[in-house]
């Protein structure tokens, strides 16, 4: 067999350590990772964004390739698969969760926001390089979907 | 214009706010923003792998789409473009950075470890949802490629 089983132990090494480090116990290993797959996913969200969205407030000059860059990395983020991020027990109940019980509650509604996400980023994606005005139309949906989900699924920081 | 101005300050909040719990004022934003999205995406190669990894270790029942859908993540996620993470001064000189130095000294070498990595995560890919055999002998590439990047390029944990 070709795996190196030091490989495998590092990166359960690291899992065990980073989920002791935050969770200080209170959560099942499967419900820690869970939690710090989601918010790594939202982070590289919000770096990718935050290239776009430079250039959408006129704070950085267009530059198409960063912005073709950025738009395919959201593109590839929101087609991930989320199987494995929302475990019972790890909603607003949970200290460090902004994940609202109505993920649960609905979670075809919330599904459907998932696939609107991917829709709006493949779109911008298209045309996040053909100009300042192309992509700034491109980058609204991209935009409102967000809100849309944050809204209805996502507590507000306290 | 179809921004939503909100949409565009939150995220620009919560890049500050989390930021500044991390670094306590001793990086620059970009900085700290690089260091966040490396480890976020770290992260998202932990869980990933960790979904593969239990199957490879005969630790959990193999799962054909359970396996597919990790090994097309961990495919996605090597090929996202990571402009923006490798930013001077981030290296283990500083608190919290693995980032050998050798990353800047080497960026070619460095670089070749990435497309390395986005070749057998392409390939475990293709096969992860082919049986048991077929997927572990498709992972071994992408353990060996995370070995060996990370023997040449990041610090052991202290």
Not at 41 to 61: C, E, I, W
Not at 94 to 112: H, L, Y
Request: charged share 20%; glycine share 8%; net charge negative.
């Amino acid at each position: 067999m070709p795996i190196k089983g030091l490989t495998l132990l590092s990166v359960a090494s690291v899992f065990t350590l980073v989920s002791a480090a935050f969770a200080a116990g209170h959560l099942t290993q499967d419900q820690q990772r869970a939690m710090d797959a989601r918010n790594a996913h939202m982070t590289l969200y919000s770096f990718n964004l935050g290239k776009v969205g430079a250039m959408v407030q006129d704070r950085v000059p267009y530059d198409a390739d960063v912005a073709s860059a950025a738009a395919a990395n959201l593109a590839a983020l929101a087609a991930i698969d989320e199987a494995g991020y929302w475990v019972e027990g790890t909603d607003t109940s949970i200290e460090g969760s902004r994940a609202k019980p109505e993920i649960w509650a609905d979670m075809a509604g919330f599904e459907a926001e998932q696939v609107k996400l991917a829709t709006a980023t493949a779109a911008f994606a298209a045309v996040a390089g053909d100009g300042l005005d192309a992509m700034k139309a491109g980058f609204g949906p991209v935009g409102q979907s967000c809100s849309s989900c944050h809204e209805s699924y996502r507590a507000p920081r306290e």
